[in-house]
């Protein structure tokens, strides 16, 4: 009899392990959210191709960015939205013959972000800073744009459970800020640069735990303050 329960007590143990090891968001259902459902939401997964973005440790900004970007639109589209993601692989949107590749690359993303029939974008990014002991996740939002503001409140908070950051959201000069006129935010997911924040930014579970708290901070702002 002892034997039985053992062997069940090792299964038990082995299906917990199992979907202790899964993201949590493939873990758990996305239902459909009538609140997303209409909207058009464009995702831009910073840098990618000629652009790596940050580079610690051998590891590049841009790869985590695509994850992260990538594991956002899944949950958005089950959640009901269309999703543009800016790009899908690691490549950037630079015209071939363009004598300023950064630039080129910023336009077109733009230019998609500033079609008339998106809801809301979201471009994700890591930080850097000289100071180490930074860490935690911060959003952006456009200068003296009230619902820019107000949607990267909503992110903050939802990630700030999980980031366990202290941060604010802020206003800065970001081009895709100050270049399109759709509402939007900037999220900085983590610092590369602490070596804590780089170990959970690396992190699959966590990477899907930070796509659903971005989620659900899209689903305050449209529920609570349109
Ligand atoms: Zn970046």
Redesign the pocket.
């Known amino acids: 009899m002892k034997r039985k329960w053992g062997i069940l007590v090792y299964f038990l143990c082995l299906t917990l392990a199992f979907f202790a090891r899964k993201p949590l968001v493939q873990a758990m259902t996305v239902m459909s959210d009538r609140t997303l459902n209409g909207t058009y939401i464009v995702i831009d997964a ?2 990618g191709g000629n652009d790596p ?2 580079r610690v440790d051998g590891q590049d ?2 790869e985590i ?1 695509l994850d992260l970007s990538k594991k956002l639109a899944v949950i958005l589209e089950k959640a009901g939205a269309t999703v543009e993601l800016i790009r899908s692989d690691d490549y950037d949107l630079a015209d071939e013959n363009a004598n300023n590749i950064k630039r080129s690359d910023m336009k077109h993303r733009a230019d998609v972000i500033n079609q008339n029939h998106v809801t809301l974008f979201v471009s994700i ?3 850097t800073s000289a100071d180490q002991r930074c860490s935690g996740s911060q959003v952006y939002y456009r200068k003296e744009d009230e619902n820019s503001r107000k949607l990267a409140d909503q992110i903050q908070h939802r990630l700030k459970d999980i980031t366990e950051s202290n941060y604010i959201p802020a206003s800065a000069d970001f081009y895709l800020l100050n270049e399109t006129e759709t509402l939007g935010v900037l999220v ?1 997911a983590g610092f590369m640069t602490n070596s804590k924040d780089l170990n959970k930014l690396q992190d699959e579970n966590y990477r899907a735990n930070l796509a659903y708290a971005i989620y659900l901070g899209i689903h305050d702002f449209l529920e609570i303050l349109l």
Request: proline share 0%; glycine share 18%.
């Open positions: 910073g840098h973005g940050a900004e841009d960015n990014h890591c930080n900085e």
